[in-house]
């Protein structure tokens, strides 16, 4: 079995140089979170998506959200993208495609980001 040490550090500004360094934040562990978390529906009959955790308020700078997607057979989701965003397939497959007309059919083990 590995073992890994989390050394996390504040993001710092030019006016933080003169403070004393941040406490280091606690890392938050969500067990089972991929079998456990129920996922709300989100569109048509076959969409799921939930956040699970976010950085907001404490990072408004650069907030980054985590969470579930699952997409079942049925009716295409379109969906039209406001911010950067990262599809990681753990389980299944489907085709995904862009306003560019790149198409992909993704199966587990793919990564996709969306700028």
């Known amino acids: 079995m590995g073992s890994f040490l989390s050394r996390a550090k504040s993001a710092k500004t030019p006016a933080d140089e003169s403070s004393k360094p941040a ?11 991929q079998t456990e ?4 529906l989100i569109a048509n009959e076959d969409a799921f998506l939930g956040d699970l955790a976010t950085s907001e308020p404490n990072d408004p700078v650069a907030p ?12 295409p989701l379109v969906y039209d993208y406001t911010y950067h965003e990262m599809k990681i397939i753990v389980d299944g497959e489907f085709d995904i495609s862009d306003e560019t007309g790149q198409t992909v059919h993704a199966v587990k083990g793919d990564v996709f980001y969306c700028e």
């Open 23 to 33: 406490t280091p934040a606690a890392f938050k562990h969500y067990p089972r979170a």
């Open 37 to 40: 978390f129920k996922l709300p």
């Open 64 to 75: 980054i959200v985590s969470g579930f997607y699952r997409l079942e057979k049925g009716t």
